[in-house]
């Protein structure tokens, strides 16, 4: 997968918002020739929910995952594969535990009811309960969503209660988590409880003893995650506030990572999952030895930051080498080194001729205290931008047009990721509106492809949606 389209798909939480009345006429034609029933029908493992035969899903199966998609979401077609997969998976292991489809476009009630805003949206229903939903949480390949919902029906912790039982349970597991509550009725507790049904990387366990606490150096209550036998790390929350849940999730989501993240598809991931916005990636070929030397360099300079820098290596000559474009990199540029903040999107250059742990760590702490300035790109102006009614801004014509103070200009930002079929009916529906306006100059209908944004960038604009219009007063 490119990395611009994991990016924009992970920084959009996999969705992009979109008309939900946007349908196609074949597939509500299909839909106005079939009688639907309370019959539960299935396509690929995946039962096919409607207005019809929610109710009898809910009913007939105790756990079950609902995804609300648009037959034209990218998005939903990245997803559709892993999710039949993990139907299969689920249908053999776990006869209780069900995946479903609801198309959103064409049940506008129940995508009403469930709060569908964009797509794929996923739900999560247990015993029937229509109003106690909740909303999917876990990773989006089919062994992430076979374990997730694997997750939902095994308690959410054990109890250990004995020296000997805990360390038991810590060598019997891989990325155990123990948490020392000396009330067993501790609202604490549930908070733990609550995190660990919803974290599925993690075993979780809880004690209450004293003898359990003196043995692991405990005197407060305290969540150890153990990576190893011999590698732990503790988390003491507030002393005043106590515990709160999303720390809770970075504190094991950060220390669950490498000190230094090679980016791969089991990776990525970890690496959005971690919910720190700052990532610095290293860019090096690996075959390259005089390259590989420059990863100690990184390596070094990587625990200074620790959960507030994410370090990220790419293999330039790996399968991912598609990074190196979104960051307008070409392999005559590698080794080199990129600064991104995934929520606010900006992104910059290194600024030193050599990459060394001293220059690395200047330039990330430069980059935090904000003495560097953004790395803004821009492709060329095509030769035609102005030639139809809806022109095309790239970075270096924006400002001239978009500020332009003797018109009133209409800006819509589009990507080709997940919405190709929605541009043109936009660019279409962009005319007649201004129409009566376009030919008196009164108002400049333009276009941005947000695809290509990735190469035309401004600095003071933050597109937070797709597709996003403004105006120039919004600007």
Known sequence: MRWSHLLLGLLLAFYAKADPNATSAESSSESSREEKTDELLEEENVLVLHEKNFDNALKTFKYLLVEFYAPWCGHCKELAPNYIKAAETLKEQAPEVRLAKVDATEEKELSDEFGVSGYPTLRFFVNGNRTGHIEYGGRRDAEGIVRWMLRRMEPASVEVKTVS????????????????????????????????????????????????????????????????????????????????????????????????????????????????????????????????????????????????????????????????????????????????????????????????????????????????????????????????????????????????????????FLTVVSCMQMIEYTKNRTVELFSQFIDSGGVLPVDEDEEKMKADQEEDIKVEDVSSEKSKDEL
């Open 165 to 412: 039982a805990a360390e038991e349970f810590i060598k019997s597991h891989e990325s155990t988590v123990i948490g020392f509550f000396k009330d067993p009725e501790d609202a604490d507790l549930n908070l733990f409880n609550e995190v660990a049904l919803n974290t599925e990387d993690f075993k979780f366990a809880i004690a209450h003893k004293e003898e359990i606490f003196r043995k692991f150096g405990v005197s407060t209550d305290s969540v150890i995650y153990f990576k190893s036998p011999e590698e732990k790390y503790i988390y003491t929350g507030n002393e005043e506030l106590g515990f709160d849940k999303d720390e809770l999730v970075q504190f094991l989501m950060v220390n669950n990572m490498d000190i230094v993240t090679e980016y791969s598809d089991e990776t990525a991931q970890k690496i959005f999952a971690a919910k720190i916005p700052n990532h610095l990636l290293l860019f090096i070929n690996k075959t390259v030895e005089d390259q590989l030397l420059l990863l100690e360099n990184f390596r070094q300079t990587a625990p200074d930051f620790k959960g507030t820098v994410l370090f990220v290596v790419i293999d330039s000559n790996g399968p991912h080498a598609g990074v190196l474009e979104y960051f307008g990199l070409t392999n005559e540029d590698i080794p080199t080194i990129r600064f991104i903040n995934i929520e606010k999107v900006t992104k910059f250059a290194f600024n030193a001729e050599k990459i060394t742990a001293e220059t690395v760590r200047a330039f990330c702490q430069g980059v935090l205290d904000g003495k560097i300035k953004q790395n803004l790109l821009s492709e060329e102006v095509p030769e035609d931008w102005d030639k139809k009614p809806v022109k095309v801004l790239v970075g270096k014509n924006f400002e001239e047009v978009a500020y332009d103070e003797t018109k009133n200009v209409f800006v819509e």
